[in-house]
T-cell receptor
């Protein structure tokens, strides 16, 4: 079982749509959680952290369910510029300190 | 925000040659740098963690003699792919942080290596 699992997509949605991505992680000791965005042939960029209480940043809402080891990202009013791959990222502590584990990403294509 | 640069952005080399990739933190001192590799349609996989002034810690399955990492200063880490082969062709990304407890890390723009 992969440490972080995501549906690879692609999700093709019309502009203005609401779309949700899910992610599950296997290590119950994981400490912090993030969504990153990665554009084609570019480095990942932090979109938002994810908290158990749920958090919102503009059109983006993230949720964490520790009991189910499940993370979600909701994008409202999709824009063409939201087209990218969204990476679910989990942070755990190893002997060497914090270590990020990446999911394979979910590809989003927003269309006119 | 913090900036991490990588050089070169892309490189094409012949099989059997060695390639060096540089990762620099531009406006902060990076006590720890990370090297990742990403194959097409796959996730970023951590290759190794390097701490300034000490030996790198390699992830399981990564050959330390093939992927040489040097973190000689607080702003520079290098990854040398020795005797490169076509299967080493990948997107190599570095990241850096200035505190051991700090997440998330700052990522460089990546280096695309193609070995012919």
């Amino acid at each position: 079982r992969k440490e972080v699992e995501q549906d690879p997509g692609p999700f093709n949605v019309p502009e203005g749509a609401t779309v949700a991505f899910n992610c599950t992680y296997s290590n119950s000791a994981s400490q912090s959680f993030f969504w990153y965005r990665q554009d084609c042939r570019k480095e990942p960029k932090l979109l938002m952290s994810v908290y158990s209480s749920g958090n919102e940043d503009g059109r983006f809402t993230a949720q964490l369910n520790r009991a189910s080891q499940y993370i979600s990202l909701l994008i409202r009013d999709s824009k063409l510029s939201d087209s990218a791959t969204y990476l679910c990222v989990v942070n755990g502590v190893t002997g060497g300190g914090n270590k990020l584990t990446f999911g394979t990403g979910t590809q989003l294509k927003v269309e006119l | 925000g913090a900036v991490v640069s990588q050089h070169p952005s892309w490189v094409i080399c012949k099989s059997g040659t060695s390639v060096k990739i540089e990762c620099r933190s531009l406006d902060f001192q990076a006590t720890t740098m990370f090297w990742y590799r990403q194959f097409p349609k796959q996730s970023l996989m951590l290759m190794a963690t390097s701490n300034e002034g000490s030996k790198a810690t390699y992830e399981q399955g990564v050959e330390k003699d093939k992927f040489l990492i040097n973190h000689a200063s607080l702003t520079l880490s290098t990854l040398t792919v020795t005797s490169a082969h076509p299967e080493d062709s990948s997107f190599y990304i570095c990241s850096a942080r200035d505190r051991p407890d700090l997440v998330p890390q700052y990522f460089g723009p990546g280096t695309r290596l193609t070995v012919t």
